[in-house]
């Protein structure tokens, strides 16, 4: 039996008219191997839509995407849907997953529990992102990862790696940005379009957030908090809020790191970040949440101060903190 890639590199030479998906609200890997895709397809002279249920982020705005990225779903579906970055099928949103009848799912994801959803499936769970299985396709389809589909690749990887120091990154990522870098990529560029995106809104939000970092067990544990009135009187959203987790997690004397976001009156997400060994998608098990087992998150209902202290003992418990 050919392995997945070979079907699908099977599927796109033979075949046309596609609508390539990634998941809503998309980060890099869901645009960058969005884009990805459509410079493959635009190389073999395909049709496609690129389509995503929440549109491109502006601070994606400077990707060269090889067509414009649709909010809305032709009336007639394509005879293939290529499905990227969702690791469950309810991340291609409602509208398309309705519809999944109309249509021949590929899926191509690299998250665990991903469920195989598609007809056909492309599941690598040790891939650091989908960004890296589009380096794999076009280098199995002899597309010459240059320019615009490079800096789409680079972009998924990249950002779904944390600039390559988390412990996805593999050996061949780190080839492929050689490589990448060795023909042409504009490395400083392309990083200085991904990270200098701030708002001062954002700016302020942080200020905020990390002046509102507590810490407990001795240091051990450090939670932050954000609520709806702090979104309202700095300008910004949710959206803001990502990766702050990582910059609290920085503290030294710090083995889990938390944040509580304002969902509702006496409602919090949370978010979770460890190191090594401690095991924080245990954790948020306790809570219905989930995760890895060094980023995990979940829901809370009880008030900001109560919501904490509950954290706190879980977290103490799971790491023998007395
Ligand atoms: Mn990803």
Redo the contacts with the bound molecule.
């Keep these: 039996m050919p392995s997945p890639i070979q079907r699908i590199s099977d599927i796109i030479r033979s075949e046309d008219d596609f609508l390539v998906v990634s998941h809503y609200n998309p980060d890099g890997?869901a645009i960058g191997s969005a884009c990805a895709m459509g410079h493959i397809l635009t190389h073999f002279g395909k049709q496609f839509t690129i389509y995503n249920p929440s549109g491109l982020p502006q601070r994606y705005d400077y990707v060269e995407c090889p067509a414009p990225i649709t909010t809305t779903l032709p009336d007639t579906l394509p005879k293939w849907t290529i499905v990227l970055?969702c690791g469950a099928k309810e991340r291609m949103g409602d509208a398309l997953l309705s519809r999944t009848d109309e249509t021949t799912v590929i899926n191509i994801d690299?998250h665990l529990g991903n469920g195989d959803y598609g007809t056909e499936n492309w599941v690598a769970v040790d891939q650091p992102?989908?960004g890296s299985m589009m380096a794999l396709l076009a280098q199995a389809m002899d597309v010459p990862i240059k320019g615009s589909l490079a800096q789409c690749i680079y972009l998924a990887v990249a950002t779904?790696t944390g600039f390559f120091t988390y412990g996805s990154t593999t050996p061949e990522s780190l080839e492929l940005a050689a490589q990448m870098l060795r023909d042409g990529l504009n490395l400083s560029n392309i990083n200085m379009r991904i990270t200098k995106q701030w708002s001062e809104a954002r700016m302020r939000l942080w200020t905020e957030v990390m002046n509102s970092v507590e810490l407990y067990s001795d240091k051990q544990v450090a939670i932050g908090a954000i609520s709806n009135e702090m979104f309202e009187r700095t300008g910004t959203t949710s959206e803001d809020t990502e990766t702050i987790i990582n910059f609290i997690n920085r503290l030294k004397s710090v083995r889990v790191s938390a944040i509580l976001r304002q969902e509702g009156p006496d409602i919090y997400k949370f978010s979770l970040r460890s190191y090594g060994d401690d095991n924080v998608q245990e954790i948020a098990t306790k809570f219905g949440g989930g995760g890895h087992k060094n980023a995990s998150g979940g829901t809370i209902e009880a008030p900001l101060e109560e919501a904490k202290l509950m954290l706190v003992e879980i977290i103490n418990g799971s790491l023998g903190i007395s």
Excluded: P, R
Aim: glycine content about 0%; charged content about 50%.
């Design positions: 890997d970055d690299h992102a989908v779904d």
